[in-house]
C-alpha cells in the first residue's frame, strides 16, 4: 500500500524564515530600515505564554526589533486601547499583534479595529478582510498564507484544481478560500454542518481542514492522490502514553489518510510551525509598505 508524501512544515518554516532575514540585511543595508513587531498579551494562558516566547525569540533571531506588552488579566479594556494608539504612532513599531483569546470582558472585536490596518500583521483588520476578498494588497492572516505557500510548493500552479475548504472561520476558512479563489482553484467552503460532508471532500483535489474536530476526516473521505493541509490542533486523552497524558492530532485521521492521499501535512510538524514564519514575513513586508520602499517577494 502506497503512503502519501509527508509535508514537511519544520523543514519549510526554517527556509522562510532565513529568507526572512536575508531579506531583513537587505533592507536594513539599503534603506536603514529595521522592521518592529509589538506583542500584546493580555493574561496568563500557559499556551499564550509559550506562543509569544517563541515569537519573541524567533522575531530577535531574524534581525527585527521585538516589542512585547504584557497585562494581568484584570485589565482594563481602556488600558489596551490606548497602548494600541500609542503602537500605532510609533514609527519603530511595524507590526501589531494581539495575542487572543482574550479575557471575556475585553471586546475582541474593538481591540483588533483599533490596530492600524497597515500594521495589522495578523490579518484580522475588516480593511485586510476586504482587502484579501477584493483581489487587493492585502496583509493576509498567517496560518492560511502557509497553508498557501506549502500547497504551491509541492503542486506548483493550482489552476482549475477543486480546493474543499473545510471549516468557516474567520482566521482560516474564510481567508483560505479566498486565497484560493486568487490562484484560480474551485473553491466549496464546508463545515460541521454540511450535507454528506464525506461525498463533499472526495471531490477535492485539495483538502484543508480546520473544523476543530480531533480526527474527523476519516481516510475514507478523501480523493486518491488528493493533497491534505490538516490544519487542527487538538490535544486528546492518550492512556497508552501513561495516566493522564495526552497528545497532538489534527483533524483529519493521519493513518488512514496516508494511504489515500497523494501527499499530507503531519500534526505536529505540518502547519503549526509556518504560523509564526509568516507573520515575521508579513511584518517585512508591512515595513517596507509604510517606508515607501520595494516590497520583497518573500
Known amino acids: 500500500m502506497s503512503t502519501a508524501t509527508i509535508i514537511d512544515g519544520k523543514s519549510f518554516a526554517a527556509d522562510l524564515r532565513t529568507r526572512v532575514a536575508e531579506e531583513i540585511t537587505t533592507v536594513k543595508q539599503k534603506h536603514g530600515l529595521t522592521p518592529g513587531l509589538a506583542v500584546v498579551l493580555v493574561g496568563e494562558d500557559p499556551a499564550s505564554q509559550v506562543y509569544v516566547r517563541n515569537k519573541a525569540q524567533q522575531t530577535v533571531e531574524v534581525g527585527m526589533q521585538s516589542f512585547e506588552h504584557r497585562f494581568d488579566d484584570k485589565t482594563p ?158 490535544r486528546i486523552d492518550a492512556p497508552e502514553r501513561g495516566e493522564g497524558k495526552t497528545r497532538l492530532v489534527g483533524d483529519v485521521d493521519f493513518e488512514s489518510a496516508k494511504h489515500v492521499a497523494g501527499a499530507i501535512t503531519p500534526v505536529p510538524g505540518g502547519v503549526g510551525p509556518m504560523t509564526i514564519a509568516c507573520l515575521l514575513r508579513n511584518t517585512v513586508v508591512a515595513a517596507c509598505r509604510q517606508a515607501g520602499v520595494e516590497v520583497p517577494a518573500i
Open 77 to 234: 479594556e481602556v488600558d489596551l486601547l490606548e497602548l494600541i494608539e500609542k503602537l500605532n504612532s510609533d514609527d519603530a513599531v511595524h507590526g501589531i499583534l494581539v495575542q487572543l483569546p482574550l479575557p471575556g470582558h475585553i471586546d475582541e472585536n474593538k481591540v483588533l479595529s483599533a490596530i492600524n490596518p497597515d500594521k495589522d500583521v495578523d490579518g484580522f483588520h475588516l480593511i485586510n478582510v476586504g482587502r484579501l476578498w477584493t483581489g487587493n494588497d492585502a496583509l493576509v492572516p498567517c496560518t492560511p498564507f502557509g497553508c498557501l505557500m506549502m500547497l504551491k510548493a509541492h503542486l506548483g500552479d493550482l489552476t482549475g484544481k477543486r480546493a474543499l475548504v473545510l471549516g468557516r472561520s474567520n482566521i482560516v476558512g474564510k481567508p483560505m478560500a479566498a486565497l484560493l479563489l486568487q490562484e484560480s482553484c474551485t473553491v466549496s467552503i464546508a463545515h460541521s454542518r454540511t450535507d454528506d460532508l464525506p461525498a463533499r471532500c472526495r471531490e477535492a483535489d485539495i483538502l484543508v481542514a480546520a473544523v476543530g474536530r480531533p480526527m474527523m476526516v476519516q481516510g475514507d473521505w478523501i480523493k486518491p492522490g488528493a493533497t491534505v493541509i490538516d490544519v487542527g490542533i487538538n
